[in-house]
Structures are given as structure tokens and as C-alpha cells.
């Protein structure tokens, strides 16, 4: 499927293009396997090669990256009310987790969605976490579309200096998604091993 996407935006420059990329930058919040950083790479290799335009690539990424932090965000809305919440998150630990998560984005919701396009695979549940905490709307477009146009701006930057090498493109941003996921992963592992040691101390 991927390489039918690539092969549709080579041989076609028009107006559709960039609804194509749009879309994809959107539905990898509404679908995370989606693999929308693919497309949006090879959108941004295409505007430094082959003739696509800059401005216009950049604002349907952002675009459909904003809109797609939207609707993951209307997705934790709708189950921001406990009533409302299927079974397994009416649960005593589960209240208190979503309760623990509403207040930590309370406090620092803007800078978790400002991180949000910058952990590729997690984007999306930072918009929902935002639903379910009831972040102003206003916060989750703004913040999100600003980080949406900085990682945007920084893929730009690397589309130029990688030239006409899609695949070292690719491969600049294939190492950073996986040593990103890899100190995520290591941060939520060392959080969790806190929570769980709190209880015992109090023991």
C-alpha cells in the first residue's frame, strides 16, 4: 500500500497531492500503524526534488496533523466523563491513574502536547490523555499545530541536506524514531517502577 501511495505522488503533482499528504499526517492519529511519517517524508522528498511545492507541503501536513490531533483528542473527550467509561476504566486503579494523568496534564499539558509529533507511535495518545483530561480545545490546536510545523520544519531541513537520497533521509529519521521510542520507553519503565515502590514504602 505504501509503495502505491509513493507511486500515485510521483506521477501526480496536482491539487490531490496534497490532500494525499494531508490525509496521511491525519489518519496516523486516528490509525497509528498508519505509517503517515513515511508519506510525509517522501512528500518533503518530492518538494526538495521533484518539483512539489514547499509551502504547500508544509501546510497540508500541518494541517492534517492538526486535524487528526483533533479527532484522537474528540476520542478522549468522549470518555472524560467516568459514566461514560467502559468497564475495564471504572476500576479503583484505573480511576486513579486517569485522575493522576487529568492533573499532570492540568499542570503541563501544553509542553506534552508541544512533544507530541516528536515520538513518532505515541502521538496519539497524548491528544487523547488531553480529552480525557478536558484540556481547552484551544490548547490542543494550537500547541499541537505548533509542533506539528516544528517537526515539519525539521524534516524540511533534513530533506536538504540528505539531497537526492530518499533513503538516507529515511534512515536519519528511522534512527531517530527508534532512539526516541527506546528513552521513552526507558522513562516510563523508571515511573512505573516508582509508582509501584510508593505503595510498598507506605507499607
Known sequence: MLDDVRGWLETNHGPWAYVVLGLASLIEYVFPPFPGDAVALFGIFLAVTAGYS??????????????????????????????????????????????????????????YLLSNRFLPALR??????????????????????????LWNALLFVLGWLAGESFD??????????????????????????????????AR
Open 54 to 111: 514547499g509551502p504547500l507541503t508544509f501546510l497540508a501536513l500541518n494541517v492534517g496533523a492538526t486535524l487528526g490531533g483533533l479527532g484522537a483528542y474528540g476520542f478522549g473527550r468522549a470518555f472524560a466523563d467516568p459514566e461514560r467509561r467502559p468497564g475495564f476504566l471504572k476500576g479503583e486503579r484505573a480511576s486513579k491513574a486517569l485522575a493522576t494523568l487529568a492533573e499532570r496534564y492540568r499542570e503541563h499539558g501544553g509542553l
Open 124 to 149: 496519539a495518545f497524548f491528544f487523547v490523555a488531553a480529552g480525557i483530561a478536558k484540556i481547552p480545545v484551544w490548547q490542543v490546536i494550537v500547541y499541537g499545530g505548533l509542533s506539528a510545523m
Open 168 to 201: 538516507r533521509l529515511e534512515g536519519w529519521v528511522g534512527y531517530y524514531a527508534m532512539g526516541a521510542l527506546t528513552i521513552a520507553a526507558v522513562i516510563a519503565a523508571v515511573m512505573f517502577w516508582r509508582s509501584r515502590r510508593k505503595p510498598a514504602s
